[in-house]
């Protein structure tokens, strides 16, 4: 069972920065695609940014391209979402998940593994 801890959330004003962490629990993150997903107040969870295991190929979603960057450390097993000049439309409950595959998706139901998720505010 893989173990996923998210830690960077908090409040910040639009146009400022915050950078997510996800650590995981195993050595196998590795070799599993990650990702991250927001969930806002009454709205669908939907796709932020995903990684492959190798780290050279990844994706994000047209509502953050050219403001949020994923990337993946393999020996410290962990994922980062860093998000910079931030809107108030982007608060949400961010998400980390894995997924035991090589090939990247944006579906949320393909993800085996999920954080608790961490919270981002934006203000105005």
């Known amino acids: 069972q893989v173990q996923l801890v998210e830690s960077g959330g908090g409040l910040v004003q639009a146009g400022g920065s915050l950078r997510l962490s996800c650590a995981a629990s195993?050595?196998?993150?590795?070799?599993?695609?990650m990702g991250w997903f927001r969930q806002a107040p009454g709205k669908e969870r939907e796709f932020v940014a995903a990684?492959?295991?190798?780290?050279?190929?990844?994706g994000s979603a047209d509502s953050v391209k050219g403001r949020f960057t994923i990337s993946r450390d393999k020996f410290k097993n962990t994922v980062y979402l860093q998000m910079n000049n931030l809107l108030p439309e982007d608060t949400a409950v961010y998400y980390c998940?894995?997924?035991?595959?090589?090939?990247?998706?944006?579906?949320?139901?393909?993800?085996?593994?999920w954080g608790q998720g961490t919270q981002v505010t934006v203000s105005s």
């Open positions: 998940a894995a997924r035991k595959s090589i090939v990247r998706t944006t579906s949320w139901p393909s993800y085996d593994y």
């Open positions: 990684i492959n295991y190798s780290g050279g190929s990844t």
């Open positions: 195993e050595r196998a993150f590795s070799t599993y695609v």
